[in-house]
């Protein structure tokens, strides 16, 4: 199945762009399954038996620390003890406990996971990450938070509770749980319900509670540039396009060189529009998250292997054939 564009989610693109992108929260309800990584799907990641951390984890909201040999076990392979594995009795124990179940970067393994959020990387022209949460109800996996992302919660199963509160209100606003001081006024408050699409701004505080059963959902968040990427995107425009020796020899030699680029550098900026910046940054992130070529996969491999260029086919045969007699004849006692 091919996986669902952004407009199957929100409906009108153009009144999503100018009513809640970066704006307000929303909730929509599209008209089929938004997450393609359910239940199922997490028995099946369980069941392969590679499932480890980092790619798990157990959280809790309490300050409640769930130390990884609670949820995971070790195993021998070759005769070392590895450490790290996913225990499904343990995880369940704990979820039972009031734990939540955090899967991470699921785009990296989960190929349908993956090309959702590719696919969305590219609507976007921002990089996409996908993360899996399973929370018992009555239970919260994370405080109140700031992401430093656009978030789409995809309700998977289950029921939760959603708080959304509002944007930072300075400009220097910081990441994480929100200080015990803050008191950010909440903008929306909603129970999804499986095949619902949550929508939070970058930096809105949010915090999610389990309202019945098990409730998952998969979050695929929305990275934007931050301040150093549009710095590396200066300086690399700044220095294009000038030649000039990587190791300069000697103290006149790097006087030169600085000078040189001091000149390029104030040229380049009398040119240089924010939006171009922009342009720069943009695509220099695109770059990063272009997908690798597509891989011979081994079933291809095998279909198309050439025995001959290893030496079993019938020509190898015969030339592993000759390397013994040449063997012999050089063995033998002269006569």
Known sequence: MESPTLADWVGDLDRFGHRQWQREPAVFTPGRAASPFDLGELDAAFDSGLLRAPYLEMVRSDKVVVPPDAYTTSRVVNGVAHDGFADRAKVIARLRAGATLLLRCVDQWHRPTGELAARLAEELDRRVEAFFFLTPAGAQGLAVHRDDADVFVLQAAGRKTWYVHDAPAVADWSLGELPDDERSPRLLQHVLEPGDVLYVPRGFAHRAVGAAGLSAHLSLTVRDLSLQDLRTALGQRLAEGLALPARPLGEAAIADAC???????????????????????????????????????????????????????????????????????AARPAN
């Open 259 to 329: 000078a040189a680029l001091l000149d390029h550098a104030r040229a380049e900026l009398d040119t240089t529009e924010p939006k171009d910046l922009l342009a720069s940054a943009r695509a220099a992130e695109a770059r990063r998250r272009l997908a690798p070529t597509e891989a011979e996969t081994f079933a291809e491999a095998a279909r198309t292997w050439e025995d001959t260029a290893h030496g079993t086919g019938p020509a190898g045969l015969a030339a592993v054939g000759r390397t013994w007699r040449r063997l012999r004849e």
